[in-house]
């Protein structure tokens, strides 16, 4: 049997970068206060060898794991066929793995779960958590709370409670679906229907009250509730034909809603767009851009919005202790922030 060779040590680096332990020590852990040329022996040292930190050991020092949880309020299902989870996920991933840490992907495929994921949020094995999909009866963010470890989620926050301190990132989804249906009304379309997300998401609730912004007159039968899927567009789609067979466009909630919208008309034989123009929300090219015919949509950079969520979580994890913390890095992380999105015209509408 091989024997396997014996890691390097703390004291074999110190030893070949001539350094004291200690010095190695707050090199390894990022610690200030260690001259640049020292450190950079250190550096050379720790590549010469292979020394790999002992993790349990550098997490007593640094009080970090360089974990975070990424929690999904969804079940597996969906979140590894819907590619606005791979987009996010992502940009999760890279923003984490450029600083050195680790993603902990949790998913809760039902109510059973959550208590799973309460207790390994308060186990300590994380130093925080990014949190995203939420419905306005998830009891995620109680946990969440409860856990105490610092958190950002994806999207607007469906509460209202004077809760202070909630950071979160979204897009422009209000503003995002009164550009959609201006477009729409600029084709000279004036039966325009909404096939909505799932109302119990803010996403979908703000991008149904940008419609109500454009459209606040509109008959009750042009809106049809969908569940941000291609099946329930398609479903939904039927539903509005059957009811208003003279709508002439249609504002999907998404790109998955407004492929299966695609769908039913094809099936019903309504010509896109001369008979009926298509507008979907995302941009996700996978789905945009292999629609027939290929989709005008509503753009929301989807990875960045993922990147920004760790970002935002890892600079308040890197901020003092409290007490310690001046009113200029408090300012420097902000409570909510909405990206902008714009309207991407192909062959749809």
């Known amino acids: 049997m091989t024997e396997t060779a014996p890691r390097p040590t703390l004291e074999a680096v110190a030893e070949r970068a001539g350094v004291s332990r200690a010095t190695v020590s707050r090199v390894v852990n990022g610690a200030h ?17 292979g020394y790999v930190p002992n993790q349990a050991a550098r997490s007593l020092v640094t009080k970090r794991h360089h974990a975070v949880a990424v929690v999904a309020a969804e079940p597996e299902t969906r979140v590894f066929a819907d590619p606005y989870f791979a987009q996010q996920l992502r940009g999760i991933s890279r923003e984490l793995t450029a600083h050195d840490n680790q993603l902990v992907l949790l998913l809760t495929e039902g109510r059973e779960d959550h208590a799973r994921v309460g207790r390994y949020l308060a186990g300590g094995h994380v130093d925080g958590a990014l949190v995203f999909s939420l419905h306005l009866d998830d009891p995620l963010p109680g946990l969440v709370r409860r856990a105490g470890v610092p958190t950002v989620f994806g999207g607007r926050p469906g509460w209202d409670d004077g809760r202070d301190g909630v950071v979160y990132v979204d897009s422009d989804n209000r503003g995002g679906a009164r550009a959609a249906v201006r477009h729409l009304a600029g084709l000279g379309r004036t039966r325009i229907a909404h096939i909505t997300g799932p109302l119990d998401q803010t996403s979908a609730a703000d991008r149904l009250a940008g419609f109500r912004d454009l459209r606040a007159d509109v008959d009750p039968e042009l809106i049809e509730r969908g569940d941000f899927t291609s099946g329930g567009g398609e479903r939904a789609m039927r539903k ?18 407004a492929a299966g919208a695609l769908r039913a008309l094809r099936q019903r ?5 001369d008979d009926v123009a298509v507008v979907g929300f995302d941009d996700m090219l996978p789905v ?26 890892l600079r308040g994890l890197d901020r003092p202790a409290d007490g310690e913390e001046t009113s200029a890095a408090a300012a420097a992380t902000p409570s909510g922030v909405v990206l902008p999105t714009t309207l991407v015209r192909r062959a749809s509408a």
């Open 33 to 49: 206060g260690v001259r640049e040329a020292l450190a950079e022996r250190v550096r050379r040292a720790v590549e010469e060898l």
């Open 269 to 273: 034989g309504r010509r896109v767009p």
């Open 240 to 257: 509005l034909l059957d009811r208003c067979p003279d709508l002439d466009a249609v504002f999907a909630a998404n790109d998955l809603t």
């Open 288 to 313: 945009a851009e292999q629609t027939d015919p290929p989709l005008t949509t509503i753009r929301q950079d989807i990875e960045e919005m993922g990147r920004l969520m760790a970002r935002l979580l």
